[in-house]
């Protein structure tokens, strides 16, 4: 694993990444944030060393270095996610690069169902903890010291620093931003009537990615924030069959308040 990462960081340094401060995972239908970039190299995960390849159709799978607000961003447009047949370490692999590149905060984005019924889709959710469902862990297998304890703490997974500052921007512009628990499943299959109600129980959103890279950034002390765009209304007394591009669409408008979010941020950190 860190040759993997030396190879693939020394191949992003020879194509003119330097220091980037922020990264940033843009999740399904989320991709338009990199067109607020100054954009200076956009590179495909083909053709990185080591990267997987995004096999979602939704995800466009570029890694993007720019610049915004003065500031040096990596940005993923696209991710990976464990239903596709990857380990969670390859899922969080370009976390670890990124960390390895320089960057000191990581902004992550996804697309997810309301499990609490008084969040509309369209809406925004800012994670502040999250409970993992997924039958594995990217910590697995021998610790790299390197970059983190064996037992790392997972008390405040989410930055609180970074979270409140989000909640202060949404405030000051007047975009509605929940707060709330996400809970990562395996998917690729939506949930029935029972799994809604169960998950309910816990949780304010369901998606199936972001927790292995949020458990990945906690492991190396890199500082984090997620947002969730609301896409479907899990109601399990009026479920109606979820088709992607309805999904897609919501994300989409959605997207708009996301990147004023994360533009703000970006400006005062």
Same mark, same amino acid.
């Given at each position: 694993?860190?040759?993997?990462?030396?190879?693939?960081?020394?191949?992003? *340094?020879?194509?003119?990444? %330097?220091?980037?401060?922020?990264?940033?995972?843009?999740?399904?239908?989320?991709?338009?944030?990199?067109?607020?970039?100054? &954009?200076?190299?956009? $590179?495909?995960?083909? !053709?990185?060393?080591?990267?997987?390849?995004?096999?979602?159709?939704?995800?466009?799978?570029?890694?993007?270095?720019?610049? =915004?607000?003065?500031? *040096?961003?990596?940005?993923? /447009?696209?991710?990976?996610?464990?239903?596709?047949?990857?380990?969670? /370490?390859?899922?969080?692999?370009?976390?670890? +690069?990124?960390?390895?590149?320089?960057?000191?905060?990581?902004?992550?984005?996804?697309?997810?169902?309301?499990?609490?019924?008084?969040?509309?889709?369209?809406?925004?959710?800012?994670?502040?903890?999250? $409970?993992?469902?997924l039958p594995d862990n990217p =910590?697995?297998?021998?610790?790299?010291?390197?970059? #983190?304890? @064996?037992?790392?703490?997972?008390?405040?997974?989410?930055?609180?620093?970074? !979270?409140?500052?989000?909640?202060? &921007?949404? &405030? @000051?512009?007047?975009?509605?931003?929940?707060?709330?628990?996400?809970?990562?499943?395996? #998917?690729?299959?939506?949930?029935?009537?029972?799994?809604?109600?169960?998950?309910? !129980?816990?949780?304010?959103?369901v998606g199936m990615s972001t +927790?292995?890279? %949020?458990?990945?950034? !906690?492991?190396?002390?890199?500082?984090?924030?997620? $947002?969730?765009? =609301?896409?479907?209304?899990?109601?399990?007394?009026?479920?109606?069959?979820?088709?992607?591009?309805?999904? =897609?669409?919501?994300? #989409?408008?959605?997207?708009?308040p996301l990147i004023r979010l994360?533009?703000?941020?970006?400006?005062?950190?």
């Open positions: 694993m860190l040759d993997r990462i030396k190879q693939t960081v020394d191949f992003l *340094k020879d194509s003119g990444i %330097v220091d980037p401060g922020i990264g940033i995972v843009l999740g399904t239908g989320l991709g338009k944030m990199v067109n607020e970039f100054s &954009i200076i190299r956009a $590179i495909d995960f083909s !053709n990185i060393p080591n990267f997987p390849l995004a096999t979602v159709e939704s995800h466009s799978g570029k890694l993007i270095y720019g610049i =915004l607000h003065g500031k *040096k961003i990596l940005a993923m /447009q696209g991710r990976f996610h464990y239903y596709e047949g990857y380990s969670l /370490q390859e899922v969080t692999f370009p976390i670890r +690069v990124m960390k390895s590149l320089g960057i000191r905060h990581l902004l992550l984005s996804n697309a997810a169902g309301a499990l609490n019924l008084s969040y509309k889709k369209g809406s925004l959710m800012l994670i502040e903890d999250h $409970i993992n469902l =910590l697995r297998g021998k610790n790299l010291d390197e970059f #983190g304890p @064996r037992f790392p703490d997972m008390s405040r997974p989410y930055d609180g620093f970074l !979270n409140s500052k989000l909640a202060e &921007i949404a &405030i @000051r512009e007047k975009i509605v931003l929940h707060k709330g628990v996400y809970v990562s499943v395996l #998917g690729p299959n939506l949930e029935t009537r029972a799994e809604y109600r169960m998950l309910a !129980n816990f949780a304010d959103a +927790v292995p890279e %949020v458990i990945v950034a !906690n492991h190396m002390g890199l500082p984090c924030a997620a $947002i969730s765009v =609301l896409t479907d209304e899990c109601d399990p007394d009026q479920l109606v069959p979820a088709k992607i591009e309805d999904i =897609l669409e919501i994300a #989409g408008k959605a997207e708009i994360f533009s703000q941020l970006i400006r005062e950190i």
